[in-house]
């Protein structure tokens, strides 16, 4: 696994199981589900080459990860 290449899928996948770790720590909040909203919608510009537009939503997921209080 150390040196398997980072690959679009395998970038996402990991923040995917980042929110599923999240929300075992603390809880369902409403962050954390527009979160994976926006990561979907990113993932999906990535894919069809829209680099700017995936960029920009998942700025908007760090805003919004910046609201959960981290204790």
């Given at each position: 696994?150390?040196?398997?290449?980072?690959?679009?899928?395998?970038?996402?996948?990991?923040?995917?199981v980042?929110?599923?770790?999240a929300?075992?720590?603390?809880?369902?909040?409403?962050?954390?589900?527009?979160?994976?909203?926006?990561?979907?919608?990113?993932?999906?510009a990535y894919k069809?080459?829209?680099?700017?537009?995936?960029?920009?939503?998942?700025?908007?997921?760090?805003?919004?990860?910046?609201?959960?209080?981290?204790?």
């Amino acid at each position: 696994m150390a040196n398997t290449p980072w690959t679009l899928e395998l970038a996402f996948d990991g923040l995917r199981v980042g929110f599923d770790i999240a929300v075992r720590e603390k809880g369902e909040r409403r962050e954390f589900a527009e979160s994976r909203r926006l990561v979907e919608e990113a993932y999906d510009a990535y894919k069809s080459g829209d680099v700017r537009s995936g960029f920009m939503k998942l700025e908007e997921v760090q805003k919004l990860l910046r609201k959960v209080p981290s204790q």
